[in-house]
């Protein structure tokens, strides 16, 4: 763990294994960090936060800009590890190597232009203006479907106006975060303003961050059970609080949409992390008259999936991340075929030759689903995808809503009509239209419902960790 500038062991000097998903291998064993070692990093963000918070906007910015470069000099060890932790097909992981440097980028430059205001005055003796100041240490809670772009995203634009952090990956994936943290001190970041606590257990480390009084932000993704539990206790201090929680995104293509092109962001946005992102497609609806054709399509494009291990630079899908994962996707799947499903590919867990030692779930598409079963109700995060007929834009404007769940969702049209208000109508903090990846750093990015609060990414990401200051001058 890094904790005011220093590599630590925890306390007790236990410690968690991190194993590959893909072949059950070893690949090391990290500190169990607990309430203790959480206080002490909290203490020391604390103590750095008056001198990293009043230094010019400018310095921080060479820093984060240094850590950049380092994350792209460094892209292919961070690619390989992120493959081998988290099970990520080695191309996607590159990928996510550049998205979290760009947010490294872009908030160095965001953070330099957190611009204040002055505001005409009602009476000839005063004068009155607004600060924008950072709202001081911030507990960062992150994932391990992305734990290098997840973690990038709320750090970045922290440390860029001046926010001390402390934070805690995901036990699945802690060594992507060990190894950016290795760049921050290689970048030359001050003691104290950037922490890292490992932990298996997560709720002792969560509760102090939650407890602290000197953590005033809280940033969390996952799951909305969590999130919700979280959110309950930042009530206790009125803790500024964002989360960005589970999704059960639509995807619908209707009838005047280019077949090819739906098919294939269909696919993509599916089976992308095998199925395994916040935002991937959770069901996909289909207009009645090109459903056949759309389903040979897209089940064509499925079979030509490629699994495997993620270091083979021909695959395409992975393993699930751990034996949860897939129990939660093996039952959807049951669940389904037990209500009268039908399965036009996939469906069983790849248990073969080198495959015997991972968690492989073949690409799944069903069809005859009801919304009655799970798969319609529960996030998947795995590599099945239910297809759906529906007869009119009302109806399937009723079907995407009916959730209580509102991170993304995706649609293709060539009816530019429809595309405006169908967008408008959707109940989704993300939508894409004819786009299946529509995340950009430069983009506000979060869900509306119980699919959580406050946004990450662009200058909404900013605006997150940052106070609203009015001063009035009498003169």
Same mark, same amino acid.
């Given at each position: 763990?890094?904790?005011?500038?220093?590599?630590?062991?925890?306390?007790?000097?236990?410690?968690?294994?991190?194993?590959?998903?893909?072949?059950?291998?070893?690949?090391?064993?990290?500190?169990?960090?607990?309430?203790?070692?959480?206080?002490?990093?909290?203490?020391?963000?604390?103590?750095?936060?008056?001198?990293?918070?009043?230094?010019?906007?400018?310095?921080?910015?060479?820093?984060?800009?240094?850590?950049?470069?380092?994350?792209?000099?460094?892209?292919?060890?961070?690619?390989?590890?992120?493959?081998?932790?988290?099970?990520?097909?080695?191309?996607?992981?590159?990928?996510?190597?550049?998205?979290?440097?760009?947010?490294?980028?872009?908030?160095?430059?965001?953070?330099?232009?957190? &611009?204040?205001?002055?505001?005409?005055?009602?009476?000839?003796?005063?004068?009155?203006?607004?600060?924008?100041?950072?709202?001081?240490?911030?507990?960062?809670?992150?994932?391990?479907?992305?734990?290098?772009?997840?973690?990038?995203?709320?750090?970045?634009?922290?440390?860029?106006?001046?926010?001390?952090?402390?934070?805690?990956?995901?036990?699945?994936?802690?060594?992507?975060?060990?190894?950016?943290?290795?760049?921050?001190?290689?970048?030359?970041?001050?003691?104290?303003?950037?922490?890292?606590?490992?932990?298996?257990?997560?709720?002792?480390?969560?509760?102090?961050?939650?407890?602290?009084?000197?953590?005033?932000?809280?940033?969390?993704?996952?799951?909305?059970?969590?999130?919700?539990?979280?959110?309950?206790?930042?009530?206790?201090?009125?803790?500024?609080?964002?989360?960005?929680?589970?999704?059960?995104?639509?995807?619908?293509?209707?009838?005047?949409?280019?077949?090819?092109?739906?098919?294939?962001?269909?696919?993509?946005?599916?089976?992308?992390?095998?199925?395994?992102?916040?935002?991937?497609?959770?069901?996909?609806?289909?207009?009645?008259?090109?459903?056949?054709?759309?389903?040979?399509?897209?089940?064509?494009?499925?079979?030509?999936?490629?699994?495997?291990?993620?270091?083979?630079?021909?695959?395409?899908?992975?393993?699930?991340?751990?034996?949860?994962?897939?129990?939660?996707?093996?039952?959807?799947?049951?669940?389904?075929?037990?209500?009268?499903?039908?399965?036009?590919?996939?469906?069983?867990?790849?248990?073969?030759?080198?495959?015997?030692?991972?968690?492989?779930?073949?690409?799944?598409?069903?069809?005859?689903?009801?919304?009655?079963?799970?798969?319609?109700?529960?996030?998947?995060?795995?590599?099945?995808?239910?297809?759906?007929?529906?007869?009119?834009?009302?109806?399937?404007?009723?079907?995407?809503?009916?959730?209580?769940?509102?991170?993304?969702?995706?649609? &293709?049209?060539?009816?530019?009509?429809?595309?405006?208000?169908?967008?408008?109508?959707?109940? &989704?903090?993300?939508?894409?239209?004819?786009?299946?990846?529509?995340?950009?750093?430069?983009?506000?990015?979060?869900?509306?419902?119980?699919?959580?609060?406050?946004?990450?990414?662009?200058?909404?990401?900013?605006?997150?960790?940052?106070?609203?200051?009015?001063?009035?001058?009498?003169?």
């Amino acid at each position: 763990m890094f904790i005011d500038g220093r590599w630590v062991k925890s306390d007790s000097g236990r410690t968690f294994e991190v194993r590959n998903p893909a072949t059950g291998d070893l690949l090391a064993s990290v500190p169990a960090g607990g309430r203790a070692e959480a206080r002490r990093a909290i203490e020391a963000a604390g103590r750095a936060f008056p001198m990293w918070s009043r230094l010019p906007a400018q310095e921080r910015a060479a820093l984060l800009v240094k850590v950049r470069e380092l994350i792209l000099q460094r892209k292919e060890h961070l690619a390989r590890l992120l493959a081998m932790e988290g099970g990520k097909p080695i191309v996607e992981a590159r990928g996510e190597v550049h998205y979290a440097a760009d947010f490294f980028g872009f908030f160095a430059e965001e953070g330099k232009r957190v &611009y204040g205001e002055l505001i005409p005055t009602h009476a000839l003796e005063k004068r009155l203006m607004v600060l924008k100041q950072p709202v001081g240490v911030a507990g960062i809670v992150t994932i391990w479907n992305f734990p290098l772009a997840g973690l990038a995203r709320p750090v970045a634009p922290a440390l860029a106006v001046g926010c001390p952090v402390v934070v805690k990956p995901a036990e699945q994936t802690p060594l992507t975060a060990v190894a950016l943290f290795e760049l921050f001190e290689e970048a030359g970041m001050p003691p104290g303003v950037a922490n890292l606590i490992t932990a298996f257990e997560p709720e002792e480390v969560g509760g102090e961050l939650l407890e602290n009084p000197l953590v005033r932000k809280l940033n969390f993704t996952g799951s909305v059970e969590v999130g919700k539990l979280l959110m309950r206790g930042a009530a206790d201090q009125v803790k500024r609080i964002t989360l960005e929680l589970g999704g059960h995104a639509p995807f619908i293509i209707f009838e005047e949409a280019d077949l090819d092109a739906a098919a294939k962001g269909a696919l993509l946005s599916k089976f992308r992390n095998g199925g395994q992102t916040c935002i991937c497609a959770n069901r996909i609806y289909v207009q009645e008259p090109i459903f056949e054709p759309f389903a040979t399509r897209f089940v064509e494009l499925v079979k030509g999936l490629k699994m495997g291990n993620p270091l083979d630079e021909a695959i395409h899908v992975g393993p699930l991340i751990d034996e949860q994962a897939f129990l939660k996707v093996k039952g959807h799947v049951d669940d389904a075929l037990a209500g009268g499903a039908h399965l036009l590919v996939g469906g069983s867990r790849r248990e073969e030759g080198d495959f015997s030692r991972g968690l492989f779930f073949e690409p799944t598409v069903l069809t005859n689903v009801l919304h009655s079963m799970r798969i319609m109700k529960e996030e998947t995060f795995g590599p099945v995808a239910p297809l759906i007929p529906f007869g009119t834009e009302e109806e399937v404007l009723r079907f995407a809503n009916e959730t209580p769940y509102g991170l993304a969702a995706f649609f &293709y049209t060539k009816d530019l009509s429809r595309a405006v208000r169908f967008a408008e109508k959707l109940e &989704y903090g993300i939508v894409g239209v004819n786009d299946p990846l529509p995340g950009a750093v430069q983009a506000p990015f979060g869900g509306i419902k119980q699919s959580g609060i406050g946004r990450e990414g662009g200058r909404s990401g900013l605006e997150e960790f940052l106070e609203t200051k009015f001063i009035s001058f009498g003169l």
